[in-house]
């Protein structure tokens, strides 16, 4: 079974998602950090940046997973 993230009733799973675009909340949740921190580093360049989607901001889950596991 693979490790996975719940959030107000949404599965967040860490497989089976290359293609997967996720909005800032499921990001927030996942990185354990404010909205504001986020677009913050996204502007220092220390935060993958986000695909726009319509008006919507969406992150590539690959990128999200990719920071969250290295140190």
């Given at each position: 079974?693979?490790?996975?993230?719940?959030?107000?009733?949404?599965?967040?799973?860490?497989?089976e998602n290359h293609d997967r675009l996720i909005p800032i909340?499921?990001?927030?949740?996942?990185?354990?950090?404010?909205?504001?921190?986020?677009?913050?580093?996204?502007?220092?360049?220390?935060?993958p940046r986000s695909v726009k989607?319509?008006?919507?901001?969406?992150?590539?889950?690959?990128?999200?997973?990719?920071?969250?596991?290295?140190?």
């Amino acid at each position: 079974m693979s490790p996975s993230h719940k959030r107000k009733g949404c599965i967040i799973t860490t497989d089976e998602n290359h293609d997967r675009l996720i909005p800032i909340a499921d990001v927030t949740y996942i990185v354990g950090r404010s909205r504001a921190s986020i677009y913050r580093d996204i502007k220092a360049g220390t935060f993958p940046r986000s695909v726009k989607v319509g008006q919507s901001a969406r992150w590539q889950m690959p990128e999200i997973q990719q920071f969250v596991s290295d140190p």
